[in-house]
């Protein structure tokens, strides 16, 4: 019998250690060593269980650069628009995607959505779920789904055993921290065993060319849970966002070798699964008749898709004495930032008053890009007067109260303008915009904006 060997790795970054010690001399990171039981075999998984018969094998030999092919790989059309959005155009060949997403936000039920509707033969590999709850959920989804095969297995030597009798087209495994290989003497989920698995499906990838699908679980600090060379190895790494209470989800790409990274996927979570949102503008903003005082539209960028947003604000006078500053789906600290830019350079008294701050539909915004419309809902409030609901501002606040310019502002001006937005305010800009039915103001300081909405 072998001799059973230990190790110490990182659970940050997945380095190996001969002895514990308090601090990884990789990543710095202190008290992240945990021992685990290796046992090393010469023969991997993936080539002990399919021998010959799957694994297309070839040498690589070295290419003069400029002979080397550079025709673009014909990409597998997923049939969901937004899906492929995020990717770039499809699922790659040999390929290896890994999708992180907090727990109970739908990454199971996208992945599941997108096997049933392939047109491709799909494996999908569940460590987590039976047969029967899998089969639950694609009713509720889509009823006549004739190439998806479900395989409720963990032991990666099992799952190349029926992959090498089936040869699907794709595959999917839900999720990496469930599988577990021989190879490795230690529990599914720990840093050896993710790393090791991940790795056979890697070489499987490219050696058949397959593309592969993995789930991830997270940590509480939102990162993906197991060695952070985990999201080096895959190609591609999408988050999938989103708060449990509302029921929109964005998808969006931390890492694509094969595509832009600036791309989003936005989603709604129906009763029958994940709607696709081709426009979420119009359901970002409310439908209403009358417009309301603490109410302004924002134009904002999701990476390269222009979205209109509805910015809430209720200023109030402060009851318990302190004053409560609250944000939500914006970033509190901006918000403090703006009442102080409001109170000492446009004269407004707001230390005295709580201030409320909400992004409706339940997503949260980092462009600075809506600066202007915080501005615009808060004084509106304070005011009593409402805004127009055909008005709609996009530009940086600086700490000087000037209206600063902000990126991809052509796009976010066609934007409005095809909602049938009237007005856009926004800072003064060298470009000038095409005739786009929509009347472009600027303004360079806040006091001239306020003049010309409040006076």
Not at 11 to 27: I, L, S, V
Not at 99 to 127: A, D, F, M
Request: overall charge neutral; glycine content about 8%.
């Amino acid at each position: 019998m072998a001799k059973v060997k230990t190790t110490w790795f990182c659970q940050n970054c997945g380095a190996q250690h001969a002895r514990w010690q308090g601090q990884c001399t990789t990543c710095k990171e202190w008290n992240t060593l945990v021992e685990e039981v290796v046992q090393k075999e010469k023969k991997p998984s993936w080539d002990a269980a399919s021998g010959d018969t799957l694994s297309r094998k070839r040498t690589p030999q070295p290419q003069l650069i400029t002979q080397i092919d550079v025709t673009e790989t014909p990409r597998l059309d997923t049939t969901n628009a937004e899906f492929n959005r995020v990717l770039g155009g499809g699922l790659v060949p040999g390929s290896v995607t890994l999708l992180g997403g907090e727990p109970g936000i739908g990454k199971s039920t996208l992945l599941l959505q997108v096997c049933l509707n392939l047109p491709y033969k799909t494996l999908y590999v569940s460590g987590e779920e039976s047969a029967q709850q899998i089969k639950m959920r694609a009713d509720r989804i889509k009823q006549d789904a004739t190439n998806c095969y479900i395989l409720t297995e963990t032991k990666t030597q099992n799952i190349f055993r029926q992959i090498t009798e089936m040869q699907p087209e794709v595959l999917i495994i839900d999720s990496i921290q469930t599988l577990q290989t021989e190879i490795i003497e230690s529990t599914a989920g720990s840093v050896s065993q993710i790393r090791e698995c991940t790795s056979e499906l890697i070489k499987f990838a490219k050696e058949t060319n397959t593309p592969v699908l993995l789930i991830g679980h997270i940590t509480k600090d939102g990162n993906i849970a197991g060695p952070k060379i985990l999201e080096h190895m895959v190609d591609t790494v999408l988050q999938f966002e989103g708060d449990r209470n509302h029921t929109y989800r964005i998808l969006r790409a931390l890492k694509n070798r094969f595509g832009s990274t600036h791309e989003i996927g936005i989603y709604e979570m129906l009763g029958h699964g994940l709607r696709e949102v081709i426009n979420p503008s119009e359901i970002l903003i409310s439908q209403r008749g009358t417009s309301l005082s603490g109410t302004a539209i924002a134009a904002t960028m999701e990476g390269m898709r222009p979205l209109m947003i509805e910015v809430q604000a209720l200023v109030s006078t402060a009851v318990y004495g302190t004053p409560q500053r609250s944000a939500t789906g914006y970033n509190l600290k901006r918000l403090n930032m703006i009442l102080a830019v409001l109170e000492k350079r446009a004269g407004f008294k707001l230390g005295q008053k709580d201030v409320f701050l909400n992004i409706t539909g339940g997503i949260t915004v980092d462009d600075p890009a809506i600066d202007l419309a915080v501005v615009a809902a808060i004084l509106s409030s304070n005011f009593d007067i409402e805004l127009s609901s055909q008005h709609c501002f996009s530009a940086e606040v600086g700490l000087g109260g000037e209206i600063r310019p902000v990126s991809s502002m052509e796009q976010r001006v066609n934007e409005a303008a095809k909602l049938g937005f009237e007005k856009v305010f926004i800072a003064p800009a060298k470009q000038k915009f095409k005739e786009v039915g929509t009347d472009v103001q600027a303004f360079s300081k806040i006091e001239d904006l306020i003049k010309y909405l409040f006076s």
